[in-house]
């Protein structure tokens, strides 16, 4: 049975990538700062500190493991100018995005072996902002960024893509113009980054790559009227 660990197991998508690796036969472990996940093994862990992904890593005893998904993640949008951005703000979004996926990852390959995978969630923020995204969109760059080196410096025997989230949500209550901007006529679920999930472990010819989910919204050219 092949092993994956999927970091913030009990958030909106991370909850869903657990659900369906274990009904597409995975073992799952999740490592999250609450540790009630259901139908996996939990781990309660920070990734954004050194110790706790250690100790994580040691409780759990895992010698194997064919895959780890960093999606755990803070955000902290914030409409306040760069002056008024607090510091301590922007380490703890900056800890648990960045940190969390080079620590996660840096312990992970320890017990991975040839044809094992990495996919870092990042995001379309990563790309784009909005005024006083500050520490989430350098957070989510980064792990563009380190998601390419971690691909380069770990092939050929592991692969490591990312995913970059649009607007993601379980929510039932939208407006039909928030569907209707969306190029694809809908908003973006939690199912669809799992999708995207499936296709990186079956696609063997791609790695250090960000694979954007949408909906297509980062293409669309929007002008105030």
Known sequence: MPKAIVTG??????????????????KVASFDTSDNVKG???VCCD?????????GFAALG??????????????NYSKKSLPEQSY?????VINTNLNGTFLMSREAVKHMQSGSNIINIT??????????????????GGIVSLTQAMAISLGPHIRVNAIAPGWITDEVDLRKIDHEQHPVGRVGK???????VAYLLNADFVT??????????????????
Not at 47 to 55: A, D, R, W
Not at 88 to 92: A, F, N, T, V
Not at 190 to 196: E, G, Q, R, T, Y
């Open 9 to 26: 197991g009990n958030g909106l998508i991370g909850k869903v990538l657990c659900q369906q690796l274990v009904e597409q036969g995975w």
């Open 40 to 42: 996996v093994e939990s």
């Open 47 to 55: 990734v954004g500190s050194e110790t706790s992904v250690k100790h």
């Open 62 to 75: 895992w010698q194997k493991l064919d895959l780890l998904i960093n999606c755990a993640g803070k955000t």
């Open 88 to 92: 301590k703000d922007w380490q703890d």
């Open 123 to 140: 995001s379309t923020r990563a790309f784009m902002s909005e005024p006083g995204d500050f520490a989430y969109g350098a957070s989510k």
């Open 190 to 196: 939690p199912l669809d980054i799992f999708k995207a």
């Open 208 to 225: 250090g790559q960000v694979l954007t989910v949408d909906g297509g919204m980062t293409k669309k050219m929007i002008y105030a009227e």
